[in-house]
């Protein structure tokens, strides 16, 4: 299959209310441009150097999605254009992309990305850790972001019964986290090419999706 045709058919299989995110990382910009010809706009990177050189060598409509680690160091380069920052792991990350966000004039959408994968390696907040900076009441203090939703990994595993119990874990904090910071939540992001299926059946309204649209990487 094609790039398009595998975007289309991606595309074509999944719910209306569920936004799908082309990840983008390690492919060059004419495949990039492959998939944005057939009218996809929403392009996700992992690496900031990576996203920054693509946003300014690519179409300025593209709306540009980080989803992986961000170091507090290298907020300022994607803050003046990033659509949406799906990795705010720490504090420290938040108080400076509202700094950063403040400097540009602009309120940046983030999502807060937690821990619910059996691996320790992967990053993220417990829930312990955000009810804290709630009732610390931070979220209304940062004015210069706006935070619509949840991002999370499940482990990586075939297991679909352990892929579930997280992708519900991350539900259920998405719904208690909107009774606190109300309405501008309506973002869960999970799932990817592996078990974007499981998680849409779980509740995710966004999906990131690389190499079953791209093909397998190589790195
Ligand atoms: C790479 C990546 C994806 C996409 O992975 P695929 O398995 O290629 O679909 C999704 N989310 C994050 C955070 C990633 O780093």
Redesign the pocket.
């Known amino acids: 299959m094609s790039i398009t045709e595998s975007l289309n058919t991606i595309s074509n299989g999944i719910p209306e209310h569920v936004k799908l995110v082309a990840?983008s990382?390690t492919r060059s910009n004419e495949e990039i441009l492959e998939v944005y010809n057939a009218g996809h706009r929403d392009f996700?990177e992992?690496r900031v150097q990576e996203l920054v050189a693509k946003a300014e060598e690519l179409p300025k409509d593209i709306r540009w999605h980080l989803?992986?680690h961000l170091q507090t160091n290298k907020v300022k380069y994607i803050a003046p254009f990033v659509h949406l920052i799906h990795s705010i792991e720490s504090k420290k990350v938040l108080i400076e992309t509202n700094k950063r966000a403040a400097e540009n004039d602009r309120v940046i959408d983030i999502l807060l990305q937690f821990h619910i994968a059996i691996e320790e390696s992967k990053f993220g907040f417990s829930l312990k850790e955000i009810e804290a900076l709630v009732s610390d009441g931070i979220f209304s203090e940062l004015k210069n972001i706006r935070v619509k939703g949840v991002m999370g990994?499940a482990t990586f595993t075939n297991e679909t019964k352990q892929i579930k119990k997280e992708f519900r874990t991350l539900k259920s904090i998405f719904d208690h986290l909107k009774v606190h910071l109300g309405e501008d939540l309506d973002t869960i992001s999970m799932g990817?090419?592996?078990d974007y299926s499981i998680a849409i059946e779980e509740g995710s309204n966004l999906i990131?999706?690389?190499?079953?649209i791209f093909g397998d990487?190589n790195y």
């Open positions: 990840v990382k996700g992992n989803i992986g990994m990817m090419s592996g990131r999706v690389g190499s079953k990487r």
